[in-house]
């Protein structure tokens, strides 16, 4: 279970490094796999890394250029972010469920010379890199050499979930990156031969953060392009799969696949869930624990942190009043919560989180590629989620500020409503957002997925709200959908949820 130390030479990119090491050390191990059927063990990862080099250095690409990679989870994804990293190049990893108009506003910033992309994404391509040149994902290597390995401090380009807004690019450092990926590795004990089931996208930092931290401590990852609850399930059980992620939308989907299951397959191989991106409620974090039968990790952090800000450890989950709890933040994190008056907030208060430490971004990327924008005086970043942190040092994310609610002057937050939502018993998922209010200003207004086969009745789900729900708090008027728009995180996107009810509206919060 050890882990071979990795050379430190800093004139190496430093995931060129890592594969490098593994292909000496571990070269027969699997390092990835997917659902095309493709296996690379670590010497054929690095041998294939090298020849995407050498494609890409033929096609006039160099140290610092900006590559943009749209695609889903694969060998090929990887082994061309490898690649590129390899030259000193930047990969620019951008969501595919974004529309060609969304993607071309990154690329006007991101500024990518060239593009990969799988075949279905063409139009998307086409509106990332219009003029320059755009290769399908797996269909070019090169067998020349790719040259000397180029050091640059960036090693990729992500950009943000856009969740209140237009989303924005950032640079992902080396040191950043590599040490995020190595305190999930110290933290969770990952070692050699751990089985890794990956369907997070490989441009939301998690995704990225834990390929990484399986290829540092010599793991096998096996990619899924997309979600899907059964098979997920059946890949644990099939692949041996000790470690796994399911933000909390998925968490729930497969929980309750398990439990709709008259012979649920054996899932014993799995040690440790790790879940983040959005609040989980204590009830489902409660009901993972027993069906899966296996530690959960609960992971805090955002883009522009480059790694982890804060955990629930394992042994937190066996204490009931830490579920639906962020964690503690991590020794290299500052905190702070911040009242809406800039003045600093007192335990048990609400206050926006403010976060101090060495792996902070620079700021976010302009099309000039230097950063723009990001940090506050002193080096801090706001980063518009709202927390409260408890005597004994925990922090609880109650909601973005963005989506709070203001309903009569009193401050909601839809995260703390969500909650207690979803225990009833006809509820499959929830989202509250706040709606234009002649008196009040904003009313809360309550968008749920019912549970298959129930059909609940809004006058009666009303009067359950007002048994269970503070009055200013409460849902005043209700909606049932069948899905809820959500960003590649597993985060609702509430403004979509709130364009239709501020239509004409000068604002979209009041």
């Known amino acids: 279970m050890s882990i071979a130390p990795v050379p430190t030479d800093s004139a190496v990119p430093g995931w060129v490094r890592v594969v490098a090491h593994q292909a000496r050390v571990l ?141 924005k690019v950032i640079g992902l450092t080396y040191a950043a990156h590599l040490h995020g990926c190595g305190r999930l590795v110290e933290l969770a004990g990952l070692g050699r031969g751990d089985v890794h089931l990956r369907f997070t996208p490989l441009f939301h930092l998690a995704g990225l953060q834990e390929l990484g931290a399986s290829l540092l401590s010599g793991g096998t990852t096996h990619l899924q392009a997309a979600f899907d609850p059964e ?41 440790e869930v790790w879940y983040g991106t959005a609040p989980a409620g204590p009830d489902l974090v409660a009901r993972a624990i027993d069906l899966l039968g296996c530690d959960l990790r609960q992971v805090y952090g955002m883009t522009e942190a480059q790694s982890p800000v804060a955990m629930l450890l394992p042994e937190h989950h066996r204490d009931p009043s830490r579920l639906g709890t962020a964690g503690k933040p991590l020794p290299e994190w500052e905190i702070r919560l911040r009242g809406p008056d800039g003045t600093d907030v007192g335990t048990g208060v609400p206050g926006e989180l403010v976060i101090r430490g060495p792996r902070l971004f620079a700021g976010y990327r302009t099309p000039t590629g230097e950063p723009g924008v990001g940090l506050e005086p002193g080096g801090w970043y706001a980063t518009g989620d709202i927390a409260v942190l408890d005597d004994d040092g925990f922090l609880t994310i109650v909601d973005r500020a963005k989506d709070m609610v203001v309903s009569g002057g009193e401050n909601v937050y839809p995260a703390e409503v969500e909650r207690v939502l979803v225990r009833h018993p006809q509820v499959e998922d929830a989202a509250v957002i706040g709606v234009p209010h002649a008196e009040w200003g904003e009313a809360v ?62 604002r979209g919060v009041s």
Do not use: Q
Request: aromatic share 6%; net charge negative.
């Open 445 to 506: 207004h309550a968008v749920l997925i019912p549970r298959a086969g129930s059909t609940p009745d809004p006058t009666e789900f009303l009067a359950w709200c007002r048994e269970h729900i503070a009055g200013f708090k409460r849902p005043r008027s209700i909606e049932f959908v069948d899905e809820l728009p959500r960003n590649a995180g597993g985060k609702v996107l509430k403004r979509e949820l709130r364009r239709g009810h501020w239509a004409g509206h000068t």
């Open 231 to 271: 098979r997920w399930i059946r890949a644990v059980a099939e692949r041996g799969v000790h470690y796994g992620h399911l933000p909390p939308a998925t968490l729930r989907r497969v929980v309750d696949a398990l439990a709709a299951l008259d012979s649920p397959p054996e899932l014993g191989s799995l040690r």
């Open 27 to 167: 070269p027969e191990l699997l390092a990835l796999t997917d659902e095309r059927g493709a296996a690379l063990t670590y010497a054929a990862l690095d041998a294939e890394l090298r020849r995407a080099a050498g494609y890409w250095r033929a096609a006039g690409v160099g140290a610092g250029d900006p590559v943009a990679v749209l695609g889903r989870n694969s060998t090929d994804l990887v082994v061309t972010v490898l690649g590129l990293s390899y030259l000193g190049a930047h990969p620019l990893l951008l969501n595919w469920r974004l529309t060609p108009g969304e993607l071309a506003e990154l690329g006007t910033v991101g500024a990518p010379v060239a593009i990969a992309h799988d075949p279905e994404f063409a139009a998307g391509a086409e509106a990332v890199v219009p003029a320059g040149p755009r290769t399908v994902l797996g269909a070019d290597r090169a067998d020349g050499p790719p040259g000397e390995p180029a050091g640059d401090e960036t090693f990729a380009l992500l950009h943000t979930s856009g969740t209140t807004g237009l989303p």
